[in-house]
């Protein structure tokens, strides 16, 4: 079993920055595709990025590529999305994921609790 806790969210201007981290237990962490996906009010839940099991390769949608970069720290069982450049349309709780190396929610096994992220104009 894996259990996901997600910190670092709140309240910030446009053009802003904000970084998420998830905390991870579990003695199989370091298996698993850990990845952020989103939900806004009245929208569908939306992959933002991924981290491969090693750190070495990760892929980012097409609205947040070249603003937020995610990353990994096995040791620490941890996974970073650093948001930078925010904007309005990026306001939605984020939730941190673990599971296969997909953009698919459900190729994700286990789910953090969500912490949201609001972005005012």
């Known amino acids: 079993q894996v259990q996901l806790v997600e910190s670092g969210g709140g309240f910030v201007q446009a053009g802003g920055s904000l970084r998420l981290s998830c905390a991870a237990s579990?003695?199989?962490?370091?298996?698993?595709?850990k990845a952020w996906f989103r939900q806004a009010p009245g929208k569908e839940r939306e992959f933002v990025a991924r981290?491969?099991?090693?750190?070495?390769?990760?892929r980012y949608s097409d609205s947040v590529r070249g603003r937020f970069t995610i990353s990994r720290d096995n040791a620490q069982n941890m996974v970073v999305l650093q948001m930078n450049s925010l904007k309005p349309d990026d306001t939605a709780v984020y939730y941190c994921?673990?599971?296969?190396?997909?953009?698919?929610?459900?190729?994700?096994?286990?789910w953090g609790q969500g912490t949201q992220v609001t972005v005012s104009s």
């Open positions: 579990g003695r199989t962490f370091s298996y698993f595709t």
């Open positions: 994921a673990a599971g296969s190396w997909s953009s698919d929610a459900k190729e994700y096994r286990f």
């Open positions: 981290v491969s099991p090693n750190g070495e390769s990760a």
